[in-house]
């Protein structure tokens, strides 16, 4: 019932670090080349090489241990899932080390779904860690600034961004509507906690209702505001925050260059395990 | 003008001239369709006359090259405090307008400050909206067109939605923003206390302007007031019983003040 004391908006860990200090675009860049990179890495020893980087970084960014636990727990049955799938069905041939009926685990197979889990755990570290130490109004400022080149390409930057500004705000809002049309049904006999799967979905109908042509209404009024106060698109609009690279980000940028060209090995070392 | 392009078309508006001076405060008043929130979104340029013009420093609202510049003159207050914040910091939000005009950074930055303290909420100035009560949100809509720099404020119905002490606060912010800033003020409201602190009250109905003056005089008209189902503020009423009985009091008496103050040298006496 309690849908906005249990809404925690991002994963934001609002403390003060060096890594919370640096620009959005920083964090942005840092976090997409370390996917990235994370794909490209064909060894253990280079998966190794990026944890103990992450490892630095959670430390600098204050970031205690325990968050970035729970930030994987969303990600832990498709991680169980795919490595399950990848050590049953995965090709054939190699060394066997359990047999059952049609079911054959080879050492080839364990050794594969180990490397593809570790590297989607350092995929969704590498982002929570981004998340947890860039608040949602600065990341979407990073993203407006980053694809404003892409302008051209015909990338909506700016409408994104309002997107997202506005989906910021007014997600509270919502919750709160959501909770008051809840407890107003529930007031009336509604019940939205017990029966059936079937039961309660349909439970969910008069609640959805209400809340989408109130959602519309909103719209409807934010956009004559909008209008009042002469918005009228992303030409000639300007920002009041500037975005700053300081020496702190290119040096960060370097350090994450050289994380993942350390990672990456010699090009001879290019091969899967 | 409803219903236009059929035969029953009724024009919304019809014979309204009504002129705010720098400064001054008028109150729009009128029962549900009376045409005063039409008569509001003329005033920036939301809706254009179909005949007849409203002018905005000079400026016709139909000129479309300048809609922008009556937009940025006429800054509009709405009801509902939740549906017209933008941004999801209090700061950004007041910096939306600004923005929209294209003003450079370090400008925007200065007029949002003082905006900000002009209202006195610099202390949330990091806060989400969402945590802010009514009147805090509506101060936040007040600071974000005062920014603008604006020559009129319009104020449709923005306390309805708020609680005494957020009405309160908004009437405080946006009077005092009239008297000293010289801020043009139009009052679109039902609350008959509110209308009661203008210069000049504006009644309206079936869109025309039924009765105007000085809001002692309006509210002193007690049987046009009755047949458009008006009620004068209570204690207008209250001063007119107790006149009525034979008490010594002054015509035009609105508010609780001078109520208190034309009553209280009567206490002395046996």
């Known amino acids: 019932m309690e849908l906005l004391r249990s809404f925690a908006f991002g994963q934001y860990v609002p403390v ?4 919370h200090r640096l620009d959005p675009r920083t964090k942005i860049l840092a976090a997409l080349a370390l996917v990235a990179g994370t794909f490209a890495i064909g060894t253990f020893a280079g998966l190794a090489v990026l944890t103990v980087f992450l490892a630095a970084a959670i430390a600098a ?9 729970r930030g994987l727990r969303p990600v832990f049955w498709l991680l169980a899932i795919a490595v399950a799938l990848q050590v049953l069905f995965g090709e054939g041939g190699g060394h066997p080390v359990f047999r059952r009926g049609p079911l054959v685990v080879t050492r080839e197979n364990l050794l594969l779904g180990a490397f593809y889990g570790y590297r989607v755990v350092l995929l969704v570290v590498a982002t929570t860690l981004m998340m947890f130490t860039t608040s949602p109004v600065e990341l979407t400022d990073g993203m407006e600034r980053l694809l404003r080149p892409f302008r051209r390409a015909g990338v909506p930057a700016h409408e994104l961004a309002l997107m997202m500004t506005i989906a910021l705000r007014f997600i509270p809002t919502l919750l709160e509507e959501t909770e008051k049309i809840m407890k107003a049904q529930m007031a009336r006999g509604a019940e939205f906690s017990q029966g059936s799967l079937v039961r309660r979905a349909r439970a969910l109908v008069p609640l959805l209702v209400p809340l989408f042509v109130g959602a519309f209404r909103r719209a409807d009024a934010l956009a004559l505001a909008m209008e009042a106060r002469c ?4 030409e000639h609009r300007t920002r009041m925050r500037q975005l700053e690279m300081r020496r702190a980000d290119y040096v960060a940028l370097a350090v994450v260059a050289v994380a993942i060209a350390v990672a990456l090995g010699p090009p001879a070392a290019w091969h899967a395990p | 003008m409803y219903r236009a392009g059929t035969p029953d078309a009724v024009p919304a508006l019809r014979g309204v001239d009504l002129d705010v001076s720098p400064g001054e405060c008028v109150a729009l008043i009128g029962g549900n369709g009376s045409g005063k929130s039409t008569l509001a979104k003329h005033l920036n340029a939301l809706l254009t006359p179909t005949s007849g013009a409203v002018r905005v420093d000079g400026i016709d609202t139909r000129d479309a090259d300048r809609v922008w510049d009556v937009r940025q003159r006429v800054g509009m207050i709405f009801e509902n405090p939740d549906d017209q914040l933008v941004a999801a910091i209090v700061e950004e939000d007041v910096a939306f307008g600004c923005e929209n005009l294209g003003l450079p950074p370090a400008e925007i930055r200065a007029r949002v400050d003082a905006a900000l303290r002009l209202v006195g909420l610099e202390h949330l100035r990091r806060r989400p909206p969402h945590l802010l009560s009514g009147g805090q949100k509506q101060r936040v809509a007040i600071a974000g067109v005062l920014a603008m720099r604006p020559r009129c404020l319009v104020l449709d119905e923005a306390t309805a939605m708020l609680d005494p002490r957020g009405q309160a606060e908004v009437m405080e912010t946006a009077l005092r923003l009239c008297r000293h800033e010289g801020l043009a003020l139009v009052l679109i409201t039902h609350a008959m206390e509110e209308a009661a602190l203008a210069d000049r009250v504006v009644v309206l109905a079936d869109g025309r302007v039924a009765l105007a003056g000085p809001p002692a ?3 002193s008209r007690a049987e046009p007031l009755a047949r458009l189902r008006i009620e004068p503020p209570p204690i207008a009423r209250l001063a007119r019983l107790l006149a009525a009985s034979g008490l010594p009091l002054p015509p035009g008496i ?8 034309a009553l209280s040298p009567l206490g002395a006496a046996p």
């Open chain 2, 254 to 261: 609105l508010t609780v003040e001078q109520l208190v103050e």
């Open chain 1, 16 to 19: 003060e670090s060096p890594v």
């Open chain 1, 231 to 234: 918005y009228r698109g992303g």
């Open chain 1, 61 to 69: 960014g204050r970031i205690a241990p325990g968050y970035v636990v």
């Open chain 2, 217 to 219: 005089e309006v509210f």
